[in-house]
Each structure stands twice: as structure tokens, then as C-alpha cells.
């Protein structure tokens, strides 16, 4: 259980006077002494994490069920520090590589998202799987998928990702080139979304003192 701790009047706490009147009572009540529990921070994290993703989702969907297999690639890229030349070549392969699209969904995006959560977990598995950092198969990405979510992707989904980083089109991944693209996103993109609030600051502020507190 989580617990807001009382705290005085100081030039530090003045940062939080705002967030008081949002954050802080819809987790600790309107008196800050109510009980957090995990499964309800877990909840409150799981849907603000849905709704920055579906910010992103709608961005390029343009109201529409599905986004494209590229534009899926620009998002995946889009927050990392790959070279503009680099980028355009990952554009550029999988328009040569999918030219029928069948396209991506909320729900597949948003799980492939999660996975990200794992990534560390995933590139465990991959060591397990392969021997001298050998490239994958779509098989075996599957199976280190299922192994460290317990939980399976669309198959057109992992199909889009290996368009993207299967460079020579020999049908495996470098996963270490994936993992590395990959982590740049998950720490990046996150906070690229909110720090266009006003409210990121106070955000990241109030978390962090209330994990110590």
C-alpha cells in the first residue's frame, strides 16, 4: 500500500500546491490520507499509458481503425535518435516490402507497446535463444515474445517490425540493432508526449517524491 505522507509547509512542498488539486487527491482522497493500493496505481498507470498512446494512435490513424504498416515504422522511429538518411531507409523498405497493406490496429499497437515495457526481459530470452548474437527468425521473436509477456503478437505486426529492421531482407532480425532503436524510444517517447502539458513537471515531481515519501 502507498501512503501519502503528511508533509510542512516549505519553498520545496509550494511546487505541489497545484498538483494537490488533481494528482494527489485522485490517488491519496481530498484529505491525502487515503490508501493507495497497488493494483489501483497499476490501473491509474495502465490507463494513462492507453491514453498517451492513443494520442499517438490518432495522430496518424486520422479517425480511421487502423494505421498503415509505414506509418507504424514512423512511429516506432520517431523518437529515437536514428539519422534522418538512416530513417528514410527504414521508410523506404518497408513501402518496397508491404505494398499491400492490411494495416495496424489500436489494440495490436497498444500490445506492442506493453511488450516495450519488457524489452529488458526480451532481450534475456534472445540470449537464450540464439548463440554469438546470431540474427532471428519471426519464430523465435514469437517465442522470446511469449516467454517474457506471456502473451503473443499479430503476426502482421511482427512482420512489419523484421520489414523495418531486417536490413538485408534475408527474413531475421538483428535483434541487438532492435533492442538498441527500441530502448532510445521507450525512454524518449513517453516523456516527448507529456512534456507538452503543463502539467509533466509536476507530474514526474509528485510521483518521485511520493515513491520516497
Known amino acids: 500500500m502507498l501512503r501519502r505522507k503528511d508533509r510542512s509547509n516549505s519553498d520545496e512542498d509550494a511546487d505541489f500546491d497545484t498538483v494537490d488539486t488533481t494528482l494527489l487527491i485522485h490517488l491519496f482522497g481530498k484529505k491525502g490520507n487515503e490508501d493507495l493500493s497497488y493494483d489501483d496505481f497499476y490501473r491509474f498507470m ?15 490513424s486520422r479517425g480511421m481503425p487502423t494505421i498503415s504498416e509505414v506509418d507504424f515504422a514512423r512511429i516506432l ?39 516495450l515495457n519488457n524489452l529488458d526481459d526480451f532481450s534475456i530470452a534472445m540470449r537464450m535463444f540464439t548463440f554469438a548474437n546470431r540474427p532471428i527468425s519471426q519464430e523465435e521473436f514469437h517465442r522470446a515474445v511469449a516467454i ?3 502473451h503473443s503478437l499479430d503476426a502482421n505486426l511482427v512482420n512489419a517490425v523484421f520489414q523495418i529492421f531486417d536490413e538485408d531482407g534475408d527474413g531475421q532480425l538483428s535483434y ?16 516527448s508526449h507529456l512534456v507538452k502539458t503543463e502539467g509533466w513537471e509536476a507530474f514526474k515531481s509528485c510521483v518521485k517524491t511520493e515513491m520516497k515519501n
Open 46 to 60: 495502465d490507463n494513462l499509458q492507453t491514453e498517451v498512446l492513443e494520442l499517438e494512435f490518432t495522430e496518424f
Open 148 to 150: 517474457c509477456t506471456g
Open 77 to 115: 522511429l520517431r523518437y529515437t535518435l536514428v539519422h534522418s538518411s538512416d530513417y528514410e531507409a527504414y521508410i523506404e523498405r518497408v513501402h518496397e516490402r508491404i505494398p499491400d497493406e492490411k494495416g495496424i490496429s489500436f489494440a495490436q499497437f497498444k500490445a506492442f507497446c506493453q511488450f
Open 176 to 191: 541487438k540493432e532492435f533492442i538498441a532503436i527500441m530502448r532510445d524510444r521507450l525512454h524518449r517517447g513517453f516523456k
